[in-house]
């Protein structure tokens, strides 16, 4: 076959080429063919090439295809103009200059006055972390673009003041100088702020203007406290807070008649709740959320008990603020609805008091979980699923935990009448003030939170005081009284769990209306108190240090068993970790501050707000011991192989019976079949805790579930593989008790989801060890609790 171009003369062909090909034969005989369109074989297989006409259909569509074309072209051209010359300027970064003056918790030294020092960029950078906290959880958070801190000054060793930029994208929010003013001013003038803790800001000291402004930007290179003088101001005198009758008519249907100002929403006296309780009946009426009246009012006239120094503020639980702003939220309107920031409520079990959202027990019935009332585990923050009942007689104080109450006579009377022996544990503690003791002991003999130091004081049959020392001091020589006073302390701290005593010392008792015991024997074995009048008011302060880790509080010699079905006080350092309210892993408590979990649970993951949750054994109820805490850090192991991660939480944690520390182990952490183990897991509705008792076993049995390293622990179930009644979460933490040891150790943190196989079958465990990592873990919680 050959490839020729013919001549037009030869075969009375075209000469040009065609995108067409035809294939022919040409036979040897003169006898002409009519060509077909379509190729045609002939015998001397020469391809040869045609050239075909466009038809009209070819035609139109290029001419279409050529307008499409050409009308894009347009369409281009036109946008390119239009956002050249046409589009109006977009605005430019805003920029407001801030300054405000703290007066208490913080003071202006010269090292502040020079920026390139560390104190200043480390103070700076506080200050700095605290606004834009404050901003990016308010109403301007999506047009909000950082803050920073240009100068500091004041009066050395006296106030500090804080100038400062607040930078506003105005494409995403319209703003004004006295907006941002107003959402600093609700800060700091409220008594418990959640951004400015543990500082005192002069609100009259709070000025924001713009930018241009400012004549020109305000530097310093020198302590002089003359510069600004507009900004130093006169103190007006703190009026300390005082409850006074509820005034509103509106509210009356409340349980309780005192009230006190300013409330939480900054009004200052009944008129000024006057002229605002027509929005917010506004609000009820809407019927957004059926406990809308209960929230509404006691914001407007919150709830005033007597304090130590002043009166006390009473303000709703942090969850029945969620719940309103969940349901109600939409309809506030700007002005309260940046008031309304439900972080700054006080938490069910943190220590501080709030109201619970009322009406427990009939949402409990709503929900068809009425087989939970009376059962002996507590899920309603005030109790009022377990002291209603039979076992129950009214004015009685539940144990706590089990299906028990005491009479407030039977605590502290040298007899255990509790099913875990609380009612004779608190008889002698350490409390800030003598009001702490009284709300503690309203609802169970146990307490809200530990304290750590405090006076010394005792409960005796519902009656509290405090310790007198003036008796040792007569009778006893100097040496013997320090010697005395020591092992009281001593003592005290260690039955109160502290493994240690930071000080101790004799003060003056300030208190009113107090009661007072002295030691009767100071050497006896068994330290004994006798009521007495202390004319001197000399009593015994103590600070203890270390709380022991791994210790079931709850717990006596005689509750050894441990339930499947957990409850209060099994388990106290396991928390769950939320998702936006989804309950996405589990983790555990290793000090106030941190949890350890695993990586898996964040990757992935989209920036979301987490959340973890302690004290809780069914995810559904909101028991008095509960605790949330935001997360707002993570650390990844540098161990190699390792999946472990340690998380931070925005707040503290406080330390009660039912929430507690694990142990960390040692780095050589020897482990053997022998020693017992446990995990935790939920049930299939994900609602009820439960334990899994578990035993080390070869590796080789994970192998074939997932790949191991030497950074590994393979775990089956005890008692068999067909224990499948619970799933454990990514996190979840396998803790052991050492031989010789009545503590709990944290081994391993388990890396995925384990869910119940079909029919039970095998599901060996695999986890993260902890001891590869207990260097790192150690430093990481040492070095935040010293920044």
Excluded at 246 to 274: A, M, R, S, W
Excluded at 326 to 332: D, E, P, V
Excluded at 631 to 650: H, Q, Y
Aim: charged fraction near 25%; include cysteine; aromatic fraction near 8%.
């Amino acid at each position: 076959m050959t490839v020729s171009a013919m001549d037009n003369g030869k075969n009375h062909r075209r000469s040009s080429w065609d995108s067409r090909t035809t294939c022919s034969t040409v036979s040897a005989n003169t006898r002409r063919y009519r060509r077909s369109p379509s190729s045609i074989l002939s015998s001397d297989s020469d391809i040869r090439f045609t050239r075909g006409k466009l038809t009209s259909q070819t035609r139109c569509g290029c001419c279409i295809i050529a307008t499409f074309l050409l009308f894009l072209l347009l369409a281009a051209a036109s946008v390119y103009v239009g956002y050249t010359y046409f589009l109006p300027e977009i605005p430019g970064e805003e920029i407001y200059r801030a300054t405000f003056k703290v007066v208490a918790g913080d003071a202006f030294s010269t090292e502040l006055a020079d920026p390139s020092t560390k104190k200043f960029k480390d103070t700076s950078r506080d200050y700095k972390e605290r606004l834009n906290l404050l901003f990016r959880r308010s109403i301007i958070k999506h047009g909000y673009r950082g803050t920073d801190v240009i100068a500091l000054d004041g009066t050395e060793d006296k106030d500090l003041i804080v100038h400062f930029d607040i930078k506003i994208d105005p494409s995403y929010v319209s703003i004004k100088a006295q907006n941002l003013e107003s959402i600093l001013a609700n800060e700091i003038s409220v008594e418990e702020s959640l951004y400015f803790k543990n500082l005192t800001i002069d609100p009259k000291s709070l000025e924001v203007k713009p930018s241009d402004a400012i004549p020109q930007m305000y530097t310093t290179t020198t302590a002089d406290p003359t510069v600004l003088p507009d900004s130093i101001v006169t103190l007006s005198p703190h009026l300390p807070r005082s409850c006074t009758n509820l005034q509103l008519p509106y509210c009356n249907k409340l349980d309780y008649n005192k009230t006190t100002y300013p409330n939480f929403l900054g009004h200052k006296n009944i008129k000024e709740v006057t002229d605002d309780v027509i929005a917010f009946r506004e609000i009820v009426d809407s019927e957004c959320y059926r406990h809308a009246y209960e929230f509404v009012c006691q914001l407007l006239q919150p709830s005033c008990s007597k304090g130590h120094e002043e009166d006390e503020m009473m303000l709703p639980c942090r969850g029945f603020c969620r719940e309103f702003i969940s349901g109600c939220g939409n309809r506030l309107s700007e002005k309260f609805k940046s008031l309304i920031d439900c972080n700054r409520f006080p938490e069910v079990g943190s220590g501080e008091w709030c109201l619970p959202k009322p009406g427990c027990v009939d949402e409990l019935k709503s929900k068809a979980l009425s087989p939970r009332i009376c059962d002996g585990v507590l899920d309603c923050p005030d109790l009022s699923d377990e002291v209603s009942c039979t076992y129950c007689p009214q004015n009685y104080l539940h144990c706590g935990v089990g299906r028990s109450c005491i009479r407030r006579e039977q605590q502290c009377d040298g007899k255990e009448d509790c099913p875990d022996g609380s009612d004779e544990r608190g008889c002698l503690s350490l409390m800030p003030h003598m009001e702490n003791t009284k709300k503690s002991i309203t609802m169970t003999p146990h307490h809200i939170k530990y304290q750590e130091n405090g006076y010394v004081t005792f409960n005796e049959k519902g009656t509290t005081g405090r310790l007198c020392t003036e008796n040792l001091n007569r009778t006893l020589s100097q040496n013997k009284t320090e010697e005395v006073l020591r092992t009281v302390s001593v003592s005290l701290c260690r039955s109160l769990s502290y493994q240690d005593v930071q000080s101790y010392n004799v003060v003056k008792d300030t208190a009113d209306n107090v009661q007072y015991v002295k030691i009767r024997d100071p050497f006896a074995d068994d330290i004994s108190f006798l009521k007495t009048k202390c004319h001197s008011r000399q009593v015994l302060k103590v600070s203890c240090e270390d709380l022991e880790c791994g210790i079931q509080s709850t717990h006596t010699k005689a509750t050894r068993v441990l339930p499947k079905m957990s409850t209060h006080g099994d388990w106290p350092w396991h928390c769950a970790l939320f998702k936006e309210e989804v309950h996405i892993c589990d983790g555990v408590l290793l000090s106030s501050n941190w949890i350890a979990t695993t990586v898996s649970c964040f990757q992935g993951q989209p920036k979301a707000e987490w959340t973890a949750r302690f004290g809780a054994v069914r995810l559904s109820s909101s028991s008095p011991w509960e605790q949330e805490r935001r997360i707002i850090g993570m650390v990844k192991s540098p161990v190699e192989g390792s999946t472990v991660a340690l998380v931070r939480l925005d707040q503290p944690i406080s330390f009660n019976d039912f929430v507690r520390p694990i142990c960390i182990p040692q780095e050589n952490l020897g482990l053997s079949p022998t020693i017992q183990c446990n995990t935790l897991g939920w049930a299939k509705n994900r609602e009820q805790m439960q334990r899994v008792q578990v035993k080390i076993t070869d590796k080789e049995k994970c192998e074939n579930v997932s790949i191991s390293s030497v950074n590994s622990v393979c775990t089956e179930t005890l008692h068999g593989m067909d224990d499948c009644s619970e799933e454990e979460f990514a996190g979840s933490s396998m803790v052991c008790k050492m031989p010789n040891s009545d503590r709990w150790t944290l081994v391993g943190i388990t890396n995925w989801r384990i869910a119940c196989a079909k029919n039970g079958m095998g599901r060996p465990r695999m986890y993260d060890k902890i001891s590869s990592n207990v260097d790192w873990i150690r430093e990481t919680i040492t070095s935040s609790n010293n920044t």
